[in-house]
């Protein structure tokens, strides 16, 4: 007879010692946990998510490409949980390839505000919506026995003093809008691992804040995994074990380990405590390794490569669309102009530790190019910059000492002299090391060298700037001379970035020999390098701009490509507002004035200030599309995939009209002063006309809303079926998502106009008909009562909303609750 899970759990814990137990409850190194030889209890890996397997160059990891799926605002633009499900599949597939057991995500945060740096990684304004993408994600990846982290717990809604700011939420706000998500996952998924957030909630960092991780989530919700620190987030040895904290990241131990097992031996933490974290660790090593249905590890297959392509189609919105320029006619339209920074790079993804690497990249030029081939003249200008600072050089514009494009040939020496035989002979695809390391980590000595040769090849004739960023010491040479020599020195702040710039005229294609040597001194904490470069040309001498518009005047359409260069929306940063950067406002501008047919694609994770939103008929919402968007984004403009994603966020007219503008970021206190009234809540409460409201998505077809069938009273507490039907009136076939909100009539609390209680995405032939169902439970009509601490129902009408978007309703209907 097998043992349960539990069952066997106690038996290990029985048989461990205080040591043994202590010595599970941190990391091993950077992302795997201590093993437990004597007791055959295995080390488990973590990695970095949510939207790809993100690969590091460290101990114990395997290192190569992964497929880059669209980010987490596609996957919920989607509003296809089935979808989700599938691509989750897919992630845990990854998950197994790379050698690892958990995957960190899925981020269901709530997106607060437009200039947060992560919000590309969070789901929505709105919990229900981010709750049900968040399910599907959950349950997906832990049906092939790799385990969820599901994170930031709790309100990790900005990057400003994100590692120690305090969130101020009063209780009601807490619940309904920022906890909600969390509760329906973990009540519906199960997920087997939660991460806490770096900041504190009302004053406790969240690492240890008992309110949150023991009565709520473990009490409360009566949920039996694992509580892991986000990395670096744990700041206490006692209060965060006794605060339900269950696992310290990363390793070696910092507050954990010996000073752990010392103060239980000093009666300063009962040994039960331990004990409770000890157990849940080994549930989840348990639930990973006994999972009778493990994927096939299977990395950047076909089948992977076209399911990111699907999710980037699906979410894809279509915001406006004046006189039907889209979608575009190839047998009607002879020349097209292709234009704007995003279009021959493109953004897959935002910066920071959920950025995936993948195997190759489609850029839209390419996509178009492939999708239309000779059957419409094609022609590209770039019109501008959009990077805020200067770019990573890219691999494109480097090759090795034989020719071979793809990056430079690293020599990494053990000692700071390049002295000796290199250790490691590796090809670097750009210089971008935040921590400089050799593989594996262990084998990094404090003290080293590297050297770089190569070639660098020049995208286009005119003057770049060449930039070094970073600590240790770094020279640069271009065809045998010295352009750069940077030097930090030990006096300087750890982590402190030196830079250094040099002005260079290059030639379209030549190459310059190239080499960089970077020294780590024996005192210096963190090597970091980043070596970039930027065609900056004088103002007088810059014609791009120009060059575009008589481009666009000639052809028959122009596309624009805008939106935010890699890495601007990123951890550990907040951006300083939602204009274009650069001058893709000027250059959208100028473009639309010259040619009727401008059409525009927005390449961002987050709501855009749209100053010229009235010259231009038809925009397009592509978000981070992943390594597949260039492709999707022309089956999109071109009609071979007929748009249905919707907006997950409300698109400002201009950034005061935010929900919290007043209180963001705030400083060592942020209060989130807007209370309940977050995103389209906000808007409906205030009356502001949204630029492009939540929920909102165009198609190429129409749809027609009938039949609605909503009992006309019920009791508290029965579930609650409402019906309606969906007709295709238009000459496409395509999907709509069907949007159910709530409002409730009279409250004794003040609550919003309309929230989201249900939604349905359902795809249609042309002149076809489909009745949807959509069950509400109890929670659907509820509000959080802080005086009597729950949730509660109150008895009287409510009014239930179908449409389209949260200002598109199509049918009402009304129930009394008795």
């Known amino acids: 007879m097998i043992q349960s899970d539990q069952v066997r759990t106690e038996d290990l814990l029985r048989q461990m010692t ?11 190194d950077n992302w795997r946990t201590v093993p437990v030889p004597r007791l055959n209890i295995p080390s488990i890996t973590m990695t970095d998510g949510p939207h790809g397997v993100r690969a590091t160059n460290e101990a114990g990891r395997t290192f190569e490409p992964t497929t880059s799926f669209p980010t987490g605002v596609s996957m919920a633009a989607s509003w296809n949980p089935g979808l989700i499900e599938r691509v989750a599949v897919a992630l845990a597939e990854e998950t197994r390839a790379m050698g690892c057991d958990v995957l960190l995500g899925p981020c269901v945060n709530i997106v607060r505000h437009p200039t947060a740096g992560r919000n590309f990684e ?4 709105d919990p229900y919506l981010a709750a049900r993408i968040g399910i599907a994600w959950v349950q997906g990846l832990q049906s092939k026995g790799i385990s969820a982290a599901l994170k930031h717990f709790a309100c990790n809604n900005q990057e400003t003093e994100r590692w120690r700011g305090s969130s101020e939420v009063d209780e009601r706000t807490l619940r309904e809008i920022y906890l909600a998500q969390f509760e329906a996952i973990v009540k ?5 691992m939660v991460m806490c957030s770096y900041n504190r909630i009302n004053g406790v960092y969240a690492s240890q804040n008992p309110t949150l991780l023991k009565s709520i989530l473990k009490t409360e919700w009566n949920w039996d995994g694992v509580v892991v620190s986000d990395w670096g987030a744990n700041h206490t040895i006692v209060e965060s074990v006794q605060g339900g904290l269950d696992l310290e990241m990363p390793g070696p131990a910092k507050y954990y380990g010996l000073l752990l097992e010392e103060a239980v031996l000093n009666w300063q933490i009962d040994p039960t405590d331990i004990d409770e974290a000890a157990k849940r660790v080994l549930g989840l090593i348990d639930r990973i390794s006994s999972h009778h249905n493990p994927p096939d590890g299977a990395v950047n297959t076909q089948e992977h490569q076209a399911l990111a392509r699907e999710l980037a189609e699906e979410s894809i919105t279509l915001l406006k669309n004046d006189s039907g320029l889209l979608p575009l006619n190839a047998s009607k339209i002879n020349t097209l102009a292709v234009i704007g920074p995003m279009a021959d790079t493109g953004s897959i993804g935002g910066g920071g530790s959920s950025f995936v690497q993948p195997p190759y990249r489609v850029s839209p030029l390419e996509g178009l190019r492939a999708l239309v081939g000779d059957s419409v003249e094609l022609s590209y200008e770039e019109g501008c910059d959009n990077y805020f600072d200067l770019p990573l050089i890219r691999s494109d514009m480097l090759a090795t000492p034989d020719g071979k494009g793809g990056g430079l040939r690293g020599h990494y020496f053990d000692n700071p ?81 030196s830079s250094s710039d040099v002005e260079l005229l290059l030639e379209e294609g030549k190459r310059y020999e190239l080499k960089i040597e970077f020294v780590r001194p024996e005192w210096l904490n963190i090597p970091t390098l980043y070596l970039s470069m930027g065609y900056t040309p004088r103002p007088e001498e810059d014609q791009r701009l120009s060059r575009a518009v008589e481009l666009a005047k000639q052809a028959d359409a122009a596309i624009v490509f805008a939106g935010w260069p890699e890495g601007y929306e990123s951890e550990g940063r907040d951006r300083p507002g939602i204009g274009l950067t650069g001058k893709q406002d000027d250059l959208i501008a100028a473009v639309a004035q010259a040619n009727p047919n401008t059409i525009v694609v927005l390449n961002c994770g987050s709501p855009v200030a749209m100053p010229w939103v009235d010259a231009v008929p038809a925009i397009v919402e592509a978000y981070y599309p992943g390594q597949e968007g260039g492709h999707a984004v022309s089956a999109v403009l071109f009609g071979e995939v007929n748009p249905s994603g919707k907006l997950t966020v409300t698109f400002p007219k201009q ?30 409460a205030r009356n502001i006309e949204p630029l492009f409201p939540f929920g909102h998505g165009l198609s190429y077809t129409e749809f027609e809303y009938s039949d609605l069938i909503v009992p006309a009273e019920t009791t508290i507490g029965d579930p609650l079926t409402v019906r309606f039907a969906v007709k295709n009136i238009g000459e496409r076939a395509g999907k709509e998502v069907a949007q159910l909100y709530v409002s409730d009539l009279v409250s004794s609390l003040p609550r919003p106009r309309k929230e989201l ?26 509000f959080y009562d802080p005086d009597q601490q729950r949730w509660i129902v109150e008895p009287g009408e409510f009014e239930i909303l179908l449409g389209a978007s949260s200002q598109d309703i199509r049918l009402k209907g009304c129930i009394t609750l008795a």
């Not at 210089?431 to 660098?456: K, Q």
């Not at 930039?467 to 001379?481: F, H, K, M, P």
């Not at 209680?757 to 509820?782: H, N, S, Y």
Request: aromatic fraction near 12%.
């Open 18 to 28: 205080l040591k043994e137990k202590v010595t599970l409850l941190s990391g091993k």
């Open 188 to 192: 519906d998924a199960n997920p087997w």
């Open 655 to 684: 950034i005061e009209d935010t929900p919290a503008f007043h209180h963001f970021p705030g400083g060592r206190n942020v209060y989130y002063g807007e209370g309940i009234f977050v995103g389209y809540r906000h808007y409906d």
């Open 417 to 497: 002299d390049f002295a000796g035989v290199p250790v490691l002979d590796r090809v670097d695809p750009h210089l971008d090391f935040w921590f400089l390391t050799f593989a594996p980590l262990e084998a990094t000595p404090s003290a080293y060298s590297v050297r770089w040769t190569g070639e660098l090849i020049a995208p286009r004739t005119g003057r770049f700037t060449l930039r070094v960023v970073g600590t240790g010491r770094c020279r640069v040479e271009l065809d045998g001379t010295s352009v750069i020599d940077l030097e930090s020195s030990s006096f300087d702040p750890p982590g402190r970035l």
């Open 757 to 782: 209680k249900g939604f349905a995405k359902i795809e249609l032939q042309p002149g076809e008909t489909q009745e949807v169902t959509i069950l509400l439970d109890e929670r659907a009509f509820a």
């Open 122 to 125: 969070s789901f929505s304004e």
